[in-house]
């Protein structure tokens, strides 16, 4: 089985500008969550969307926003970009955040490697 | 913030030694994962260990966890060279849907 997919894996935007990057979740996963991650850090929770709702949102500006499609790929947006926004954004999904599934381990793509100049 | 915080930060240590690195978290949780993360790719879920378990095996990891002072620790036995990469904990709150990580431990292996 195919794992999580990102698209792009790199890609150079200049200030100002609005990015969108996609994410194919693992085959019967319903939940996809996405993160940030600067270098020399942990990655930081942006979203997570279950069954196309909301489940959760970090502590990122407005900029940053986020939809899953009724085949559970999702996108996630990032207007007015800063240079501060120059990191690897990692998408992963999950069978499940809720019931007997909480216990569902996350599977990570393997990012999109952003910078903003 | 992050939940959980990693120590130490960075470690080197021979092939073939141990390497035990350990996380602090916050609040209560329902689970606490470690993952594994090489350089500029995707992290990969190590293992996984449930609030009421106090340790867990799989393979040459062994992971410990105490609720009452919110710890837990991942020990690698016989490491090698391709055990090099950095080292994530990650807890699920109780009642919660994120996953939050902490920032990791890099851990060098020299052949």
């Known amino acids: 089985d195919a794992g999580v997919t990102q698209s792009p894996t790199h890609l150079i935007k200049t200030r100002g500008q609005h990015v969108t990057l996609r994410c194919s979740p693992i085959?019967?996963?319903?939940?996809v969550s996405w993160y940030q991650q600067v270098l020399g850090q942990g990655p930081q929770f942006i979203f997570q969307?279950?069954?196309?709702?909301?489940?959760g949102r970090g502590n990122f500006p407005d900029r940053f926003s986020a939809r899953q499609f009724p085949n559970y790929s999702s996108e996630l947006n990032v207007n007015a970009l800063l240079l501060g926004d120059s990191a690897l954004y990692l998408c992963?999904?999950?069978?499940?955040?809720?019931?007997?599934?909480?216990?569902?381990?996350?599977?990570f793509g393997n990012g999109t490697r952003l910078t903003v100049t | 913030s992050q939940q959980g915080e990693e120590d130490p930060q960075a470690l080197s240590i021979q092939e073939g030694e141990n390497a035990t690195m350990n996380c602090s978290y916050k609040?209560?949780?329902?689970?606490l994962q470690w993952y594994r993360q090489n350089s500029g790719r995707g992290l990969v879920h190590l293992i996984l260990?449930?609030?009421?378990?106090r340790e867990k095996h799989s393979g040459r990891l062994r992971v410990t966890l105490d609720t009452s002072k919110k710890s837990s620790s991942l020990l690698i036995t016989a490491s090698r060279a391709a055990d090099t990469a950095s080292y994530f904990c990650?807890?699920?709150?109780?009642?919660?849907?994120?996953?939050?990580f902490g920032a990791g431990t890099r851990l060098f292996v020299k052949a």
């Open positions: 992963a999904s999950s069978r499940s955040t809720e019931g007997a599934q909480v216990d569902s381990p996350l599977h």
């Open positions: 990650a807890t699920k709150a109780a009642g919660g849907f994120k996953t939050i």
């Open positions: 085959s019967g996963h319903k939940s």
């Open positions: 260990i449930r609030s009421n378990e």
């Open positions: 609040t209560s949780i329902n689970n």
């Open positions: 969307y279950y069954e196309k709702e909301e489940r």
